[in-house]
């Protein structure tokens, strides 16, 4: 006979709300270059170095949420 058990853990929340702030925690580091593009503002970056930036500052900033 099988018993099922429950497994919980806990992850991230997972919404979007935070990404203006965390966009501009990594523009105050100096490692965007902005220019116009067309009617607008491009941005320039280092994708692996934003990616990095991102996860240290997701873990820094977000909580966790039990699933």
């Known amino acids: ?3 099922r058990e429950v497994n919980r853990w806990q992850d991230v929340r ?3 709300d935070d ?3 965390l966009g501009g925690d ?3 580091t100096g490692a965007v270059r902005t220019a116009p593009v067309g009617t607008g503002t491009g ?3 280092r994708q692996r170095a934003a ?3 991102a996860v240290r500052w997701l ?3 977000r ?3 039990d699933v």
Do not use: S
Request: aromatic fraction near 8%; hydrophobic fraction near 60%.
């Open 1 to 3: 006979m099988r018993v």
């Open 14 to 16: 997972l919404d979007a």
């Open 19 to 21: 990404f203006a702030a």
């Open 26 to 28: 990594l523009e105050a």
């Open 43 to 45: 941005r320039l970056m």
């Open 51 to 53: 990616v990095d930036f």
């Open 59 to 61: 873990a820094r900033n």
């Open 63 to 65: 909580t966790t949420e």
